[in-house]
């Protein structure tokens, strides 16, 4: 069978801005529907992240919204074999999901399903044991040392802290530092070793099972800012069987989502779970050490509020 890339994927493959091999993208669910409050506001998140994706060339991106709380899980069956990667923009309790369909889940990643956690997708499903082996670290909803340990990097080393306490904590949404402590790895290779994230939160003393878990980059948590005092995880990279797992602990809102470390690393971290490689080049654009860097096109709507309080600016919102 024979196929036809359209003219502007020509001439963007021909002027080296996407790989000729975007003509096949990269099947890509994003999953969302619900979150713990409404200062994650994932209606307002789920577009941004899905235009994100789409800007590269490279991903053909299904936005697939659960129902809500009190909805009806018993048709609800989505067919994960369709996607090389489920990107997760979704926070529920653990008796959300049927068994069944945890089951569903755990096998398609198992087999060699790509699985990308975004920002509160970690603070989901804190006892149901498999998801929490596939996110390494998660906060909140009741986890305590029980979850596992809590990682942080120190002295060139992950350390594993099992002090007794509960799982995840943050201060008040300012910049902060990044630093990549690995920076051979597809996500980070060519990347600055540090470089300023926007205002966001920063996770800190997140738990969990930590298993086949590789820390990419850290940031310091200030007790100044109600933080740990340790540098905490903050780009991690996993494998659960065969599947290959990216979770960003950065995104709180939509002025946190524009910052051209995130959306670099958000790309590169999916092309990177669906394949195994990353094609995408470092952006001329990037953050340095002490300059964040952020993009005109993802501003949040000039009278957009967070609804976790502050504003935003920018002229129009990404269309879903």
């Known amino acids: 069978m024979k196929t036809r890339m359209s003219g502007w994927l020509l001439a963007a493959a021909a002027a080296g801005a996407v790989p000729m091999w975007a003509a096949s993208p990269i099947r890509v669910m994003l999953l969302d529907?619900?979150?713990?409050?409404?200062?994650h506001a994932w209606q307002e998140t789920s577009p941004y992240l899905k235009r994100m994706l789409g800007d590269t060339g490279i991903f053909?991106?299904?936005?697939?919204?659960?129902?809500?709380?009190?909805?009806?899980?018993?048709?609800?069956?989505?067919?994960?074999?369709?996607?090389?990667?489920?990107?997760?923009?979704?926070?529920?309790?653990?008796?959300?999901w049927?068994?069944?369909?945890?089951?569903?889940?755990?096998?398609?990643?198992?087999?060699?399903?790509?699985?990308?956690?975004?920002?509160?997708?970690?603070?989901?499903?804190?006892?149901?044991?498999?998801?929490?082996?596939?996110i390494g670290v998660g906060g909140w909803r009741g986890r305590n040392e029980e979850a596992g340990a809590h990682f942080y990097y120190e002295d060139g080393k992950v350390v594993a802290e099992t002090t007794p306490g509960n799982a995840g904590m943050h201060g008040a949404r300012l910049p902060f530092k990044v630093v990549?402590?690995?920076?051979?790895?597809?996500?980070?290779?060519?990347?600055?070793?540090?470089?300023?994230?926007?205002?966001?939160?920063?996770?800190?003393?997140?738990?969990?099972?930590?298993?086949?878990?590789?820390?990419?980059?850290?940031?310091?948590?200030?007790?100044g800012n109600?933080?740990?005092?340790?540098?905490?995880?903050?780009l991690l990279v996993l494998t659960y069987g065969k599947g290959r797992i990216f979770h960003t602990l950065m995104g709180h809102d939509l002025a946190a989502l524009?910052?051209?470390?995130?959306?670099?690393?958000?790309?590169?971290?999916t092309e990177w779970a669906a394949t195994g490689k990353v094609t995408?080049?470092?952006?001329?654009?990037?953050?340095?050490?002490?300059k964040t860097s952020t993009r005109a096109e993802y501003n949040p709507p000039a009278d957009w509020v967070s609804p976790g309080g502050g504003r935003g600016r920018g002229p129009t919102a990404p269309g879903k």
């Not at 569903?104 to 804190?126: I, K, L, M, T, W």
């Open 280 to 290: 995408q080049k470092a952006p001329a654009d990037f953050p340095t050490a002490d």
């Open 180 to 223: 990549d402590r690995v920076t051979d790895h597809p996500i980070t290779a060519g990347l600055p070793k540090e470089w300023l994230h926007v205002a966001d939160e920063l996770y800190g003393n997140m738990r969990g099972p930590g298993e086949n878990m590789t820390v990419l980059a850290t940031a310091y948590s200030d007790k």
């Open 60 to 96: 053909q991106v299904d936005v697939v919204t659960a129902p809500p709380k009190d909805g009806d899980y018993s048709t609800f069956k989505p067919d994960w074999s369709k996607y090389q990667v489920v990107v997760s923009n979704y926070d529920a309790p653990d008796e959300r």
């Open 226 to 234: 109600r933080g740990t005092g340790h540098d905490e995880p903050i």
């Open 98 to 134: 049927p068994d069944s369909l945890k089951s569903s889940f755990e096998q398609y990643v198992r087999n060699g399903g790509g699985f990308v956690v975004v920002h509160a997708a970690d603070n989901a499903f804190p006892h149901w044991r498999e998801y929490n082996l596939m």
């Open 258 to 269: 524009n910052c051209v470390g995130f959306i670099t690393t958000f790309q590169r971290g």
């Open 33 to 39: 529907g619900e979150q713990a409050g409404a200062y």
